[in-house]
């Protein structure tokens, strides 16, 4: 439940902020918006395609530090691209590639301990509910500040937070697991 209190948090910055920031950098433009969308696709469709083998190598724990730290560089990325269409764009489009990196790594994570739940559907349930509440506390945080006169591109590095927590997190599963997709006994796990 804490992995996806901290992702809903990155999440208000990183997903609901950014966009905000995009189309304003963007002036705007409906057009260049959806070009810079279409971008990204293209981009992550890409990026899916030739990553996400890493994890099933066995390279959990690096796995995080290459998917968080491009992550977090991404943020920080993005945080400077404020008011810059051009490098908007470039930190928008790596944004569907660090997603390529990023989701891979948590939710391989996060359905190895939902098959070892007591309840598989309690557990998702109370992930769910997690996220709500980071993406909840996320997105009031980033109104409170924007609200009280802060510069969007503060908000937008809010994700650096979530990250952090989840790497500590992710770094003790992977440790805690061998650094691959195996339960608690050892065994690789099913499927």
């Not at 070009?35 to 190598?57: C, P, Y």
């Not at 924007?146 to 989840?166: D, K, Y």
Request: hydrophobic letters at 55%; glycine letters at 14%.
């Amino acid at each position: 439940m804490l992995l996806f209190v901290a992702d809903g948090w990155v999440a208000a910055g990183y997903v609901f902020v950014w966009q905000i920031a995009l189309f304003v950098s963007l002036d705007e433009s409906l057009l260049a918006y959806g070009g810079a969308l279409a971008f990204a696709a293209l981009v992550g469709a890409i990026g899916g395609l030739t990553l996400g083998r890493h994890i099933d190598a066995g390279h959990g724990k690096q796995a995080v530090w290459y998917a968080f730290g491009t992550f977090a560089l991404i943020v920080a990325l993005r945080a400077f691209a404020t008011g810059n269409a051009t490098i908007a764009v470039l930190a928008n489009a790596l944004g569907a590639f660090g997603a390529c990196l990023y989701i891979p790594t948590l939710m391989t994570a996060v359905y190895t301990m939902a098959k070892h739940s007591p309840c598989t559907l309690r557990f998702h349930v109370a992930t769910e509910g997690g996220w709500d509440v980071g993406g909840a506390t996320g997105l009031l945080a980033a109104a409170l500040a924007t609200g009280l006169g802060g510069a969007l591109w503060a908000s937008i590095l809010q994700p650096l937070a979530g990250v952090a927590a989840i790497i500590i997190m992710l770094r003790r599963y992977y440790a805690n697991s061998g650094g691959s997709v195996v339960d608690v006994i050892g065994k690789p796990a099913a499927g």
